[in-house]
């Protein structure tokens, strides 16, 4: 995973559908454009909602991963 210049950590572990995508939506806003948001939650939705909300909002899902049950993925914002 490309964490090199992450620029916001979220941890939505535990949260389920939709608050992970509300609070990726909040904190995506908040950093500016070009910079990234990297988040971990637990609820499997998030396999389908992130690739599906960058590709509504025009952000770009950098990578997405699994481990244990965890979801690492980080978002780049670009609009």
Same mark, same amino acid.
């Given at each position: 995973m490309n964490t090199t210049?992450?620029?916001q950590v979220l941890d939505l572990?535990?949260?389920?559908c939709p608050i992970p995508i =509300?609070?990726?939506n909040i904190a995506v806003k908040k950093i500016e454009?070009?910079?990234?948001v990297t988040a971990t939650a637990t609820d499997a &939705? =998030?396999?389908?909602d992130i690739p599906a909300w960058c590709s509504s909002t025009g952000n770009e899902l950098i990578s997405m991963d699994e481990e244990? &049950?965890?979801f690492t993925f980080e978002i780049?914002?670009?609009k």
């Open positions: 210049n992450v620029d572990k535990g949260l389920l =509300v609070k990726i454009l070009g910079e990234t &939705g =998030v396999i389908m244990g &049950g965890i780049k914002r670009l």
